[in-house]
């Protein structure tokens, strides 16, 4: 619009003598010589702009209009609707003392930012205090009547628009939070705490602008001082995904206990994982820690690294084998391992943690193994060491779980609490007295009470007895103590599991398994990588 050929027409000005009075000629009539035939549908008598009020023209308007003049914004005129929304206003008053609503929306600095620079300014869904909201745009207006230059304000009301945005806004507030209960919810609300291991474990869940995801991880103690340590990741967003990760995490949780090797745990994942959601896939790392051996057993898929770093701090990454993600099917995974031995720390991980856009995601794997070479510290001050270091905050754009792992080196008095002994044991029948003695022989230089320490001769007969009634050399046993348990176990080459059983009256034989399981804590038996079983029990010690 241009506003300079109506300032005539402003409040106080004097109207234009009407266009086509006697003696009027257009000046571009003589300049420009014959004037185009006009098309024979057109009216002889085309209206212009000047044939118009623009009071009347910017009264009509549903949106809310106002001019303001000059470096103080004095007022010159309001439009029918901007007054019955905040009133009318006097002409030649200044916008800062009678229009509060400037305030609210932020039209002074606008307005001269529009005088300045003589360009337009628009602000979007501006609140003010009885609550409605309005697009305002500021135009600037060049006329020689209006000294300091002017601004034509045009304000939409947006309010229905805004309440629905915020209405939107809330729901999906309200949905990541849902998800975020759901995701809380289904993980572990107290980490187990292996005998011979330190663990702690974060979860994130990404910024406001980000959806909940479906990141897990879990630590499952299997007993004989086995523990299985579990990362996952589900791939999607939202409740859905939250409650996949549940499924998956209770699945691994029962596959667990049946006490099989990593890659046998995964291989059962994937084909339920492609049960419960054909579309949805996930990644994850199952890895078993065995106090004997002092390593990492693990299978994976598709999942990011472990990381490992030793006492002097140098860090050390787990290698394949890898295999594709949860759900896919058609792959046989396998087992590989890391050596994890006292004074070292592994770390698992969900790609939140690492992965960056515009940024190969080794860059990611690579700068956590430099902020992991200088962590130091127990493993919840490593895992916020972790976060801080790789810019995990708040606002971070994905989910986030970290589950920090220790193996510590014990010394002192704190090491007397920690035992082993084995004895490998040779068929016949002075293999049961035998075991019987040693058995008796190290319980008693570890101090345990003479209750304790006859309940730990008797499993041994038993397990004993029973490798060599139903299994095959080699044969051994070994005696472990921890703070907080002493473990007898029995191995043989034999791979059938024995079973607890109801014994008959009359039956000579039957009654082992049961007696191990009336007499200790816990009981279990698995398969062992070279083709036998072992057979073990637990009992608690006493503070």
Not at 7 to 31: I, M
Not at 346 to 366: F, K, N, P, Q, S
Request: charged share 25%; net charge negative; with cysteine.
């Amino acid at each position: 619009m241009n506003f300079t050929r109506w300032s005539a027409r402003l409040p106080g000005t004097q109207r234009r003598t009407a266009r086509g009075t006697e003696g009027s000629v257009p000046a571009a009539r003589g300049e420009h010589g014959q004037q185009p035939e006009r098309p024979a549908d057109v009216a002889e008598d085309v209206p212009s702009l000047e044939d118009f009020s623009v009071r009347e023209l910017l009264g009509r308007l549903p949106g809310l209009v106002a001019l303001v003049y000059g470096p103080e914004h004095r007022i010159a005129y309001v439009n029918d609707a901007y007054a019955t929304a905040f009133g009318p206003r006097t002409p030649g008053a200044t916008v800062a003392a009678t229009c509060p609503e400037a305030e609210d929306l932020g039209l002074e600095p606008l307005m001269d930012q529009v005088l300045r620079s003589g360009k337009p300014r628009t602000v979007k869904s501006r609140r003010t205090r009885d609550g409605g909201s309005y697009t305002v745009t500021c135009l600037p207006v060049d006329s020689p009547r209006l000294d300091g230059g002017a601004v034509l304000v045009h304000a939409a009301d947006v309010t229905d628009h805004a309440e629905a945005a915020e209405r939107l806004r809330a729901s999906e507030r309200k949905h990541r939070e849902t998800a975020v209960t759901l995701q809380r919810s289904l993980l572990p609300q107290d980490l187990e705490q292996p005998d011979d291991l330190r663990i702690a474990a974060t979860y994130q869940p990404g910024g406001t602008d980000a959806a909940v995801g479906g990141d897990w991880y879990d630590v499952i103690t299997l007993g004989a001082g086995r523990t299985a340590l579990v990362i996952g990741d589900v791939m999607g967003r939202g409740v859905r995904a939250a409650a996949g990760m549940g499924q998956l995490r209770t699945a691994v949780r029962a596959y667990a206990r049946l006490d099989l090797p990593p890659h046998e745990v995964l291989q059962l994942l994937d084909g339920l994982a492609a049960e419960i959601d054909a579309s949805q896939i996930a990644t994850c790392v199952y890895a078993v820690h065995d106090p004997n051996e002092g390593k990492l057993v693990y299978a994976s898929a598709g999942h990011l690294p472990i990381l490992v770093r030793d006492e002097d701090g140098t860090v050390r990454q787990a290698e394949d084998p890898t295999g594709p993600p949860l759900g896919t099917g058609g792959w046989l995974h396998t087992s590989g391992s890391i050596a994890l031995p006292p004074g070292s720390t592994a770390v698992l991980y969900t790609d939140g943690l690492v992965e960056r856009r515009r940024e190969d995601i080794d860059e990611g794997v690579a700068a956590l193994a430099r902020a992991l070479s200088g962590a130091s510290g127990t493993p919840q001050v490593v895992c916020d060491r972790l976060l801080r270091s790789l810019g995990v905050t708040a606002e971070h754009d994905d989910d986030v779980a970290v589950l920090v792992v220790q193996h510590p080196s014990r010394e002192g008095t704190d090491a007397e609490l920690f035992h082993n002994a084995a004895l490998e044991l040779l068929g016949g029948v002075e293999a049961a007295p035998r075991a019987r003695a040693f058995a008796s022989g190290v319980l008693s230089s570890w101090r345990f009470p003479v209750e304790l320490r006859d309940l730990g001769v008797l499993a041994t007969s038993e397990l004993v007895g029973n490798s060599l009634q139903h299994g095959t050399p080699p044969m051994r046993l070994r005696l472990r103590r921890t703070d907080r348990r002493l473990i007898i176990e029995v191995t043989d080459g034999d791979d059938h599991l024995p079973r607890r059983r109801r014994a008959e009256t009359e039956d000579e034989a039957g009654r082992g398994i049961s007696i191990i399981a009336t007499i200790a804590s816990s009981w279990g038996s698995r398969r062992t990588p070279g083709g036998g079983k072992a057979v073990w029990c637990e009992f608690a010690l006493k503070d």
